[in-house]
């Protein structure tokens, strides 16, 4: 079985995003000697979760309407305050655009746009959610 080990965030700014998924987050960027490409490291090795990469976005945007579905991959990222974390996603520039949800026997979730229109889930494991 194949599972994902590394994950990218495309950025029309990418200091922008630095600055918001540092503060949002606590993650680290590392610039790659390679070129125009940020090594994120979510979190310490000994905990659940994977590492990525933030590059300069090759194309348009995604579109700026809150309403706009989900059309691609999505991260999902474990919290242990969902509600303070919308609050602080919001504060730093995000939009939240699809409301807290409970996903049975899971916990709560709710999806966030950063300040470039990219789409990822914060989740607050609960197994009584309902």
Known sequence: MSRTVHFEI???KPQQLIDYYGSLLGWTFNKWEGGEYWLINT????????????LPRRGPAPAANDAAPVNAFVNTIDVSDLDSMLAKATSLGG??????????????LAYIKDPDGNIFGMLQPDAKAK
């Open 10 to 12: 495309q950025a029309s």
């Open 43 to 54: 979190g310490p090795d000994t905990q659940r979760g994977i590492n990525g990469g933030l």
């Open 95 to 108: 939009s939240v655009c699809a409301q807290k949800m409970a996903v049975a026997g899971v916990g709560w």
